[in-house]
């Protein structure tokens, strides 16, 4: 057998699943026909001679078809026709069979589960890339699960009894919510494509179809070859739909076409509505501003008449008055004329006018008289001015209490001086 090689990036899955770009380097069986539990280390990209020996002391019954048909099945191989649903019973004739070894039933009892266990990792970095899948085959259902954890996870017993007994409690430790049968593990494992298409001519009772792989694939045609390379792409099912596919396709172009037709003409539509929309928008928006331009004008008008209208009451008012004042003036010359037309009243008006004119001239006489009183008395009071003002300009500038003082300290000067002088 040769294993397969793919660029290595154990960090990119790029849709290949939890396993990605990382190779098998190593594989591991239990209860798994005749094979030990000895860890088998695989170098990717060599070719690997599968061989061992029988119950009769030749290659026959040795397992080699087994570990193939094993490695095929940790490895997804599409032949194993796991997706239909009876690969996984199948799958359970790789358990070990005592009658098949050449053992006796009653010293070596058919077990009820195995594993196939394969190490996935970088060549060059195993420790750090490693990925451990356990492949866990029953008798009873379901017949295939698996899991997967990060590193390394092999059973390393001493020996091959302590491995098989380990087996188990490695297959507890696993993580369980990672556990997936037999129709999801491709899948989650590897992503669309197969990691593996192998011939393999017998997998216990279940012979596989015929294969490129076979000796005499020179008789295949070019459309069994064609199959055969869709499957090994893993496109078989595609391949079988493609006619439905198309159907499909061309229904969901005429949708599409229709949709986006129909889409086209609703956008138009829309597009009318939203003209009609703006172009009334358009014309309330012009009939409001037309609106607001009459109010301004007739605002406009008020204030004028308002401002005309306070002028006029202002007109108004003072006209009032004027009347008014007339009024009194007609009323007032009414009466003067009416008074006018009695002679004997006005004889006495002219008495009392030249009584009040005769005593206004004797107050007017009278005041004359005091005018010129006053005028003399003013003389008076000029010349007795400049006598005052010729006496104050030999005055000192005191005033007329220090003066006093002085006077009554100089007159007891004087009488000290009278004593001492009638003394001496």
Not at 114 to 137: E, K, M, S
Not at 207 to 234: N, V
């Amino acid at each position: 057998m040769t294993a397969p090689t793919l660029p290595l990036d154990p960090t990119a899955a790029d849709g290949a699943g939890s396993v990605g770009r990382r190779q098998l380097v190593a594989v591991q069986t239990f209860h798994i026909a005749r094979l030990t539990s000895h860890p088998v280390v695989l170098r990717p990209g060599s070719f690997v001679a599968v061989t061992g020996k029988g119950p009769k002391g030749d290659s026959n019954e040795s397992g080699k078809t087994s570990f193939l048909a094993a490695v095929g099945l940790l490895l997804a191989d599409p032949e194993w026709r796991l997706d239909a649903g009876v690969g996984g019973q199948a799958a359970a004739d790789l358990l070990f069979e005592p009658e098949t070894a050449g053992a006796s039933e009653q010293r070596y009892a058919r077990p009820g589960q195995g594993y196939v266990v394969g190490a996935f990792a970088d060549p060059d970095d195993v420790p750090g890339t490693a990925l451990t899948v356990w492949c866990r085959i029953a008798t009873q259902p379901p017949h295939l699960r698996f899991r997967w954890t990060d590193g390394l996870h092999l059973a390393t017993a001493d020996s091959d009894l302590a491995r098989h007994r380990e087996a188990d409690e490695r297959w507890q430790a696993l993580p369980a919510l990672s556990e997936v049968g037999a129709k999801r593990y491709r899948e989650a494992l590897y992503g669309d494509a197969p990691r593996c298409l192998a011939y393999v001519a017998r997998r216990g009772g279940l012979r596989s179809k015929p294969s490129i792989l076979q000796m005499d694939a020179g008789a295949f045609s070019p459309a069994d070859i064609a199959s055969a390379l869709i499957a090994l792409t893993g496109r078989s099912a595609a391949f079988e739909t493609e006619a439905e596919q198309r159907r499909r396709l061309a229904e969901t172009d005429e949708q599409l076409a229709d949709t986006r037709r129909h889409d086209a003409e609703a956008r138009r539509d829309e597009d009318d509505q939203l003209a009609d929309v703006a172009a009334r928008d358009a014309a309330r928006h012009a009939l409001a501003e037309a609106e607001g331009f009459w109010r301004q004008h007739f605002a406009r008008g008020l204030l004028d008449a308002l401002e005309r209208a306070e002028v006029l009451d202002a007109e108004l008012a003072e006209a009032e008055r004027e009347l008014a004042a007339a009024a009194d003036d007609v009323d007032r010359a009414q009466r003067q004329l009416a008074g006018l037309a009695d002679r004997g009243e006005l004889d006495e008006t002219l008495r009392v006018a030249a009584t009040e004119a005769e005593a206004l001239d004797e107050e007017l006489q009278q005041a004359r008289d005091r005018h010129t009183q006053a005028r003399t008395t003013r003389g008076h009071l000029e010349q007795r001015l400049n006598d005052l003002r010729e006496r104050a300009q030999g005055a000192d500038g005191r005033d007329p209490e220090d003066c006093a003082a002085d006077l009554e300290r100089a007159r007891a000067a004087r009488d000290e001086a009278l004593v001492a002088a009638r003394g001496a």
